[in-house]
C-alpha cells in the first residue's frame, strides 16, 4: 500500500509556490507493506469521481507523483494546473489540519502498470477504505448541501443523483468507512454519513443500520448487497464486477478484457463460498421475459431485491415439511451446491405447473415480503434454464431433486425467421396486426431479451395467429386459431397481444420438439392446423439452416381437405394434445432412398410405392396410403 506523505507533500507544494528548489531526495509516496499499514500512523482516504480526460490528462497517477520532486519544472507546473492535482492537494491540506500525517487516493497510490500490484490493491481496497480514519467524499457537481429529492435538470447524466452516487467503486467507499466526511465542489463541509443516513438511504436503497454501523456480521445477503449497485455504472465493463469484492467478501483475480463474463464469475465466487440462495433470487417481479443461465447479466438484474433477506436453512427445511414427506427432506443435502463444468449442482424443490409440465417453480432459501422467493425453471437437454413470464398455477406437489443449473449462457444472441405469406391472398385472408411489432420487410428478428412475437392475419373474422419464438437458442414456431365476436372483430392489436402473452408457456414445449424433429436430421418442420367454425386450414412449414441462425417460414391457407375429424382422422399416429386437438408438429426427412414423416414425434414411412416425394402440400391429404 503507498501512502501519501502529507507534510512532505505540503512541503513541496510550498517551495513551488515560492520558487524555492526543491529536495530530490525527499520522497511524498511511502510504502508501507502488511502489518506495517496496521502499525503505521492512521490516514485519510479520498472518495471521489475520475475526471474524464477531454484535452489531455485530469487525473495524477502513479508515475507522476512518484517522481515529481525530479522532473523538469515544465512538467511539474502542467501537473499542477490539473484538477486531479488539485484534489490531491486539498485532500491533503484537510488532513493535515485533521491532524493526520498520511493519506490516500487511488488515482496517485495504485500502480496500474503493474497487474500484480493493481489486483492486490483491487482486492484490498474494501479493507483500506474501512481502516481509515478518515473517509472524504468530495462531490464536484454539488454546491452547498447534498439534494434531498432527485433533481433531473441538475444531474441528467448520473439518474438525478449527484454523478459520485452512480458510480460503481463509490459504493464500497461509502459502506465501508466508519467515519465519512462529504464536501462540495468548493471543499466546503456539508455533513457526515451519520447525520446523513436518512437521505442516503432515500439515494442508494442501503439500509440505514448499514449506513450507522457498517456492513458487520451477519452480512446481507448477496441479492440485497447487488441491488445496492444495480443503477451504477463503472468505464470499464470488467470494474461492475471487481468493485464489488470487498462489499460480498470474496476474491478473484482481474482479467481486463474479459467483458461481461467476469460478473459471472464473481456470482461463482460466491457460490463457492457462501451457501446463499440468493444469488438466483435476480428479477424477482419478473420483468426480464427471456430463457436464460441462472446467473444474471450485471447488477441491474438484481434492481428490486434490497427486502430479500436469507433464510437459514434448519428454518427453511421447517417450512418445507408442511409439503414435502419427510424422508424426502435432508438440510445437509438442500444447504450445499457447487459449481462444476456441467452445472451448478443444487438440490431444490420443485414444483411443476399444471398446465405445463416442463416448466417447475423452484423454491429458494430466502424472503421477499415474507413469503419463500420462487423462480421458474426449464429443462433442455441435461441442464435447467431460468425461464422468464410463465403463466399458470404450479400443482401441489412438490418433490427435493437434484438438477445442474446452466451458469455459462452461449446462446446467439438472435434468430431471423424470413416470411413468405403471398399465397394466404389466394383465399382472401392478410396480415392484420403483429405484437410486438417486429415484422420489417417479410422478416422478424428475435434476440435473447426479445424472443417472441404473434403475427395475426384475418379474413371476415376468422383469423389466425402464428407464433415466432426463440427458446434455448431453439427457433420455434406455432399456430394458433380462433373465431372473433363482432364487437372484437377490429382490434386485432388486443388479440395479438393477448395471445403474445398465452404464448410464453409454449416456449419449453415447442423448443423441445423443433429439437426433436431436426435431431432426426429434417430439414423442415410443418404445422397444419384447421380453423374453427370455417372450411379453411392453416398449412405452415419452417425450413431451419442451424449456422447461419436464419429460418424461412411458408404460410398457406387452403380448403380443408377433412382429415382434421372423423372419419378421416390420421390412421396410426399419436395426436399432440392442444388447444385444437390437431397433429402438432411434422418434420419430413428425405434421406437417399427413403421418405419418412414424423407427427408429434411418431415416425411413419412412405409406403415403397411412393418412390419420388413431391415437395407439395399432397402429403397431408387423406388419400396418401401411409403404413
Known sequence: MHLIDV??????????????????????????????VLAGSEYAILSHCWEVPEKGEKEVHFKEIKKFTTMKPHKRDEIRKRDGYRKILDTCRRANKDGLRWAWVDSCCINRESSSELSEAINSMFRWYANSRLCYVYLQDVEGSLPTERNKEKFPGSNGWPKWFSRGWTLQELVAPRIVHFYDKGWSFISDKQELADTLKAITRIPRSVLKDGIGSPRPCAAQILSWAADRRTTRVEDIAYSLLGLLDVNMPMLYGEGKKAFQRLQEEIIRRFNDHSIFAWDPDGKDLRTTSVLADDPSYFRGCHNIKRVEFDEF????????????????????????NGGIQIW????????????????????????????????????????????????????????????????????????????????????????PPRVTNSSVTLTRTNPLTVVVYNRDGTHFAVVFGWCFGQEWVHVKSGTCVKEDRHDWESRAKEIYHQAWNMGAEHAHLMEDAHSGHSLF??????????????????????????????????????FCHDPLKWRGLKLVANDNNMPGLMSIDWSPGSSSLSVGGMQVEFLPACQEVQVSWDIFCPHQRLI
Open 348 to 435: 431444490l424443490p420443485l414444483t411443476p405447473y399444471c398446465n405445463c409440465p416442463s416448466i417447475f417453480k423452484a423454491t429458494l432459501a430466502c424472503r421477499r415480503y415474507g413469503a419463500l422467493v420462487t423462480i421458474d425453471l426449464a429443462p433442455w437437454k441435461t441442464k435447467y434454464y431460468r425461464y422468464c413470464g410463465a403463466t399458470g398455477t404450479p400443482k401441489s406437489c412438490l418433490m427435493i431433486q437434484q438438477v445442474f443449473l446452466a451458469h455459462q449462457d452461449d446462446v446467439h444472441d438472435n434468430i431471423n425467421f424470413e416470411l413468405d405469406d403471398r399465397t394466404i391472398a389466394y383465399h382472401g385472408f392478410s396480415y392484420c396486426s403483429s405484437f
Open 7 to 36: 507534510l512532505a507533500f505540503l512541503e513541496v507544494e510550498g517551495k513551488i509556490s515560492r520558487g524555492l528548489n526543491l529536495d530530490t531526495e525527499t520522497r511524498i509516496l511511502v510504502d508501507f507493506h502488511g502489518s506495517a
Open 525 to 562: 418442420y410443418m404445422k397444419h392446423i384447421h380453423l374453427p367454425q370455417s372450411k379453411w386450414a392453416v398449412k405452415l412449414v419452417c425450413g431451419a439452416w442451424k449456422k447461419s441462425r436464419r429460418s424461412t417460414v411458408t404460410i398457406d391457407v387452403g380448403l380443408c381437405t377433412g
Open 317 to 340: 427445511v421447517r417450512e418445507l415439511k408442511e409439503v414435502v414427506l419427510e424422508e424426502e427432506l435432508c438440510q445437509a443435502r438442500l444447504q450445499i451446491f457447487s459449481v462444476t
